[in-house]
């Protein structure tokens, strides 16, 4: 620590470029082992809460979007944009007081029960329900807005007024013509919300002492373990990076027009 910052990142960088990420001075073990026993954790838990905002948000957007500002769009456009002022840490601590404390349905936190000295699939599917919902929950608003947005949009061009006026039916047109329109502004979101799912997790793997990366960070940071929360950092700077990569693929993939430019 006597030496200049500078100079103790360039000789972690050097270092791990050659495979050597340093020691953990709180964790007392390689950076690699902490990442590695924590780190299919935490993407288990982005992953679902992830999916579920994804296709929550799909569904509850298209029914918004089918009837604009008919009782059931302004009752989920008035909800989403609740959500989306709630902060994370305060929707943990609800779903804690409300789902553990006073309903006893589920863990308030942890991996697995306490006293357990093994880690099953049910244990850990019971304890994930809690942080992987509310991690979702805090990203719905946005895919919800997006698609509702989007889909509305869909709905009011000449195409999908072409497919109407041939008698199509309205489920195929909005499955068929404006969902899969509506949902192009859907895949650049999904960059975009890596680095605030991120930082949610940091929360909610606190609040509910999950055992993942996310948790790791807060206690480097808190401890000033360098080394662990340098290769963290970098982690996440590829994770978000990867996730812009990603939308950029699915939009092309998907969008017709991109296609059409490339040729």
């Known amino acids: 620590m006597d030496r200049p ?4 990142w360039w000789d972690w960088l050097t270092s791990a470029l050659g495979g050597d990420l340093g020691r953990s001075t709180l964790m007392r073990q390689p950076v690699a082992e902490v ?3 924590r780190l299919v954790w935490s993407a288990l838990l982005c992953a679902v809460a992830f999916a579920l905002a994804v296709l929550l948000g799909t569904v509850l957007g298209v029914l918004a979007a089918r009837r604009p500002g008919s009782l059931l769009d302004r009752t989920i456009t008035s909800l989403a944009y ?22 006893d349905v589920l863990p308030a936190g942890g991996l697995t029960d306490t ?4 880690v099953t699939a049910g244990q850990v599917a019971g304890h994930l329900i809690l942080p992987a919902g509310v ?11 997006y698609v509702r947005q989007g889909v509305g949009d869909a709905l009011a061009e000449d195409p999908v007024r072409g497919a109407r006026a041939r008698g199509l039916s309205e489920r195929t047109v909005l499955l068929g013509h404006a969902l899969r329109s509506g949902l192009l502004p859907v895949l650049t979101l999904i960059g975009s919300r890596v680095p605030e799912l991120i930082t949610g997790a940091l929360l909610v793997e606190t609040v509910f002492s999950w055992p993942g990366i996310a948790a790791a960070t807060v206690e480097a940071a808190t ?7 340098a290769a963290l950092t970098t982690l996440a700077t590829a994770a978000v990076l990867a996730g812009n990569l990603l939308a950029d693929l699915l939009y092309g993939l998907i969008d017709p027009r991109v296609k059409l430019n490339e040729m």
């Open 223 to 229: 401890s000033v373990d360098f080394p662990l929360l």
């Open 135 to 145: 991690l979702g929950v805090s990203q719905l608003p946005w895919f919800t807005l």
């Open 35 to 37: 990442i590695g026993e």
């Open 115 to 118: 006293g357990s000295e093994q």
């Open 82 to 103: 609740a959500l989306e002022a709630a902060p994370v840490f305060w929707i943990a601590l609800l779903a804690v007081w409300l789902f553990a404390l006073q309903l």
């Open 5 to 8: 910052f500078t100079a103790r």
